[in-house]
């Protein structure tokens, strides 16, 4: 995603390094005393430390990590915030049938895509199916005191799909807290808008056009205004392999399968009143395709979606849900 302001008013960015990506922080109409914007950073580097010490499947002694190394029925207590964006996590995978998984590492770890390696590979079907079997949100067990056990070994979450957009909402309530109204707050392209950018106006973020290989400079499928809102955007242009036919192969698996998904969508888009939603929404409704997620998107009275779906020649069209152009101020940028 790109942001679209020229500063007129004062502006305030600063970034930093979280979650394995970069992060921004941007604010709008106010001049900050050095030791107040010291004070602002340390806050929001000090949450987002926390949110990884919960939450990483890299940091061998957060929270998340210790649970993947506990043997089966041995329950773990786990933080608040934790157990938040997990029961998230779980309503989803009802609600979406199976399309949004946590537990699936293994799968992604088998095709390439996760921590453990980088060679990446069709697999047999025979360890396909082994993989499988370390998967599935039913063997979780999470009590109203918050813990959390497995009934099978080798079952493991991830919370890499949802995570950055709770940093980025956790990253907006520092903010908030200190009386600021004016601001943009991002994880990689998971976005958080309020108030007004440096011109007065909503924050302008661009979704990009779904090229593979994508790279910055590469054409807009349309720009939105946002204020109060969060934006997410899930693809398969950025992250892929070609496998043994020359097909590329992404980095996104549908959990019902453990295989990539192959359909002709090149992005979806997710808005809602916060990045944890539209986070864990974009990358859902991409597994399920256009037809049934529009009819997921629809059940969220707080959210909407932008699908780009790919035609010939390198052409895209875009398809919204019925909240998305009330959402957004959506119009049609030039496209490639």
């Known amino acids: 995603m790109a942001l679209l302001s020229a500063a007129e008013l004062p502006l305030v960015t600063w970034t930093g390094e979280t979650m394995g990506s970069t992060y921004t922080v941007k604010i709008a109409g106010t001049n900050l005393a050095p030791a107040f914007l010291d004070t602002l950073k340390k806050e929001v580097d000090d949450r987002l430390k926390e949110v990884n010490r919960q939450m990483s499947h890299y940091i061998a002694d957060s929270e998340l990590s210790r649970f993947n190394r506990a043997p089966p029925n041995q329950p773990l207590k786990i933080s608040p915030e934790f157990a938040r964006v997990l029961r998230f996590a779980l309503d989803l995978n009802r609600r979406s049938g199976g399309a949004f998984d946590p537990t699936l590492g293994p799968v992604i770890n ?105 790279r910055p400079g590469d054409p807009l499928v349309t720009v939105l205004a946002l204020s109060g809102q969060a934006v997410s955007t899930a693809g398969d242009y950025q992250r892929f392999f070609l496998n043994t036919q020359g097909r590329p192969q992404g980095h996104i698996f549908d959990p019902r399968s453990g295989r990539p998904v192959q359909h002709n969508l090149g992005s979806v888009s997710v808005v809602a009143d916060n990045c944890l939603t539209t986070d864990a929404l974009d990358t859902t409704l991409f597994v399920l395709g256009l037809e049934e997620g529009l009819h997921l998107i629809e059940s969220y009275t707080n959210a909407a979606a932008l699908f780009t779906i790919r035609e010939a020649d390198n052409k895209f069209r875009l398809n919204p849900s019925s909240r998305f152009t009330g959402m957004t101020g959506f119009k049609v940028a030039d496209g490639p």
């Open 110 to 214: 088998l095709w390439g895509f996760g921590e453990k390696t980088t060679m990446r590979r069709t697999p047999s079907d025979d360890e396909l199916r082994a993989a499988m079997k370390q998967t599935g949100c039913q063997h979780l067990t999470l009590t109203a005191n918050n813990e959390l056990s497995k009934d099978i070994a080798g079952l493991t979450l991830n919370l890499s799909a949802i995570a950055k957009g709770f940093g980025v909402d956790e990253m907006a309530g520092v903010l908030r807290r200190h009386g600021l109204t004016n601001l943009y707050v991002s994880i990689s392209g998971d976005v958080f808008a309020d108030g007004h950018n440096a011109k007065g106006q909503k924050w302008q973020v661009g979704i990009s056009a779904p090229v593979l290989e994508w």
